[in-house]
């Protein structure tokens, strides 16, 4: 059955940008909201990882970039301590994998598009102290490391800057996403890295032609590093027309198809709640060439995850292939990477299996 499966699988969302909304509270209730809105939402979810993006808005570009990175750092700390028993912010794939046993949602913390890091590379580090161990370069237009899949048009490759970030994020055991970025410094990546890469939310150029998704030669490129393209839900980054739950499966099915089933995951991208808060009042949303506000019917949000599952199997993928789109996938990269320093670093072909009922505790 659909829901047994996805109730034993392992579940990995790697965007939500529900901290983005955390930090429009006062300190004292950060932990109490996320409580009290977003763990029910994520338990009906099925979610068991959640990466939790760090997304600076322009308001606060460039000179309170930093700080307000470190106060939505702070967030994420306290809403972890704040609920204990629920879930735990993770630095390595060990704690993921104590925290999957235990019951509990494991959270990673990543930065989207580094507008604090701008040239101080060694911030990076920083950041990695407290936490920190996913990071985009760019979002969709220029940075000081690179330029977004919006600049696709200047054919830049990364910066000297993002070239020095790449080694040290290498060294330090912090997995590159290249999700947004541009498709030449896409390109760039795949010539200079040494390690797995992760794509957070990106879908398939060739069932939709949009800068922000990923052409079949940059997904067969990620899987040859050991990394994972976790598929977007928005839905004008899935058709321009067709915004259907069949459309999303499409895509999944195709990633699975050119970059192989041990490289897909989920990176639905939940910004419906969050652009309604941000922007009320507002019918359309322009952002990236697209409505952002359009949505997969029942896929608003993490409650609907289980839709997916169901059409999945629908679609007559496998229950073995279905857990590993789920987060099986996710779950074994980052037991293989995160904060793994390069000179101890794992290929993936010596994780453990977290196929179906493995990797989390009984529910």
């Known amino acids: 059955m659909p829901a047994d499966l996805h109730r034993t699988a392992v579940v990995a969302d790697t965007h939500n940008d529900l901290l983005c909304l955390v930090v429009k509270r006062p300190p004292t209730q950060w932990a109490s909201y996320f409580r009290e809105h977003w763990l029910p939402q994520l338990r009906a979810g099925g979610v068991d990882i959640q990466v939790l993006p760090v997304y600076i808005d322009d308001a606060f570009r460039p000179e309170l970039a930093l700080r307000e ?61 407290l936490g920190v161990r996913i990071a985009s370069f760019t979002h969709f237009g220029r940075s000081a490391l690179a330029d977004g899949s919006g600049e696709d048009a200047a054919e830049s490759r990364l910066t000297g800057a993002g070239t020095a970030a790449l080694d040290l994020m290498q060294d330090l055991g ?26 957070t939310h990106s879908s398939a150029r060739a069932l939709r032609e949009h800068h922000r998704n990923l052409s079949d030669d940059h997904l067969r490129g990620i899987a040859a590093t050991g990394g994972v393209v976790c598929v977007n839900f928005c839905a004008g980054f899935l058709d321009e027309h067709d915004h259907s739950l069949e459309r999303l499966v499409d895509h999944v099915v195709h990633v699975a198809e050119v970059a192989g ?12 709640e969050v652009l309604r808060e941000l922007f009320p009042g507002q ?50 990269l980052f037991d293989a990477e995160l904060g793994v320093a390069r000179e101890v670093g794992r290929g993936l072909g010596e994780l453990p299996d977290y196929g179906p009922a493995t990797g989390r505790a009984a529910q």
């Open 261 to 272: 089933i041990e490289h897909v995951g989920l990176g639905p991208d939940f910004v419906d």
């Open 174 to 199: 912090m997995i590159l996403d290249v999700s947004h970025l541009g498709r030449r410094g896409v390109d760039h990546v795949l010539e200079l890295t040494r390690r797995p890469l992760i794509a």
């Open 69 to 129: 990175t470190l106060r939505m750092i702070e967030a994420a700390h306290r809403l972890a301590e704040g609920n204990p028993d629920a879930v735990a912010l993770c630095a390595t794939g060990e704690e993921v994998r104590r925290t999957l046993d235990s019951g509990r949602i494991a959270l990673v913390l990543a930065l989207e598009g580094c507008p604090q890091i701008d040239t101080d590379v060694e911030l990076l580090q920083t950041v990695f102290r």
């Open 283 to 332: 019918d359309t949303l322009r952002m990236g060439g697209i409505d952002a506000l359009a949505c997969v019917p029942g896929l608003q949000g993490p409650t609907g995850l289980p839709l997916l599952t169901a059409a999945l199997l629908q679609r007559g993928m496998s229950a073995d292939d279905v857990t590993r789109v789920l987060g099986g996938n996710v779950a074994r």
